[in-house]
């Protein structure tokens, strides 16, 4: 029992949080960044640094129209890290028409393809500005929900419309609220990407706090599974413990040898439920891309191409918490060896 729950917990833990993690890598590279300052910042070491503008606009496809956010970037904007994130189709287009940068699933969704013209009407000031352009690029974050609405257009193109520029900060293992902090303090606008995403954070934290309370519970009805077991392991071996009070064995020292068995096997179990988990989870990726390459409707809108992240503090807490009850209701179980009389299975 102990160790399918371990490898339970250490399964679905993992998933979660690399899906979580795989969900914010994706807003912070391709949508807002991990800080967001308006206007221009000073070069800041470590931390990579690009201008960009942001509107919001009505696209045009052959049938019908999908409001969208239009980010404008400056040649260069998709570095290493950010092609990390996502699959590009791109196509070099003999045309003056400035090209769009969309979703593969946005282009489904418009019936749209490389090479063809569209129509961004452009909100601007409470008026509207019509943009004809061409289809340049196609762009896949395995993430449907960022990807419906994000395109990229070419920075200078929207710039004539005077939106005020805001600088994206991608911090390598930096601490976010830090840097914010620091730049607040200095007089800047700036927010984080989950100040502009709270909603997707604040689900992404409720997904993990659930996880981690449903394998709290599961953990607490394990430990009475373990304590029946140890009530059962008592009764089993009442003569032998009746024969060790009799050659004068104390309580404590048979409660202790018995504790330390239990101990042993819960410990081992918890061990190798962990491995097996982590092993399990990573022949479980394979299965997540298969997945994809379905196009399974229901999936449409979970990510399922991720990094895998083991989660170690939750999962050390939740697997220390089954561990501390599992040997607390032995410890319980195994107080009635003091109720065992000396002489009541002596006398087999």
Known sequence: MILVVASLVTVSLTFVYSMSSGIANKYALLGNGHLAVEGKVPVMEGIQAQEVLYCTALMYGQVETQTVAVKGIKEGYFT???LKEITLKKEELASSLPSVMIS??????????LGD????????EGTFKPVLCVVGSLYDSGYKELDDSLVFFPYDQLRRFDFPMRTELILAGKDIEKVK?????QGYNVSAWYDQNRDMYDNLMTSQNAVVGVFLVVALLCAFFVSEFASSLINDHRKEISTLKLLGAPDEKIIKGYLLSI?????SAVVFGTALGLLLTKLFHPVLLFLQKQDI???????LTFDLVVPFR????????LFALSVLSTLISLRSV???PVLQQAQF
């Open 181 to 185: 902090t620091q730049l607040k303090e």
């Open 263 to 267: 101990v042993l096997v819960t410990m």
């Open 80 to 82: 290493e890290e950010r």
């Open 338 to 340: 003091k109720k065992i």
């Open 297 to 303: 409707s229901a999936l449409s809108y979970y990510l």
């Open 104 to 113: 593969q699933s946005l282009a489904k969704k418009l019936d749209l393809r």
């Open 117 to 124: 013209k569209t129509m961004l009407l452009i909100i601007h």
């Open 314 to 321: 939750p999962l050390s807490l939740v697997l220390l918490f």
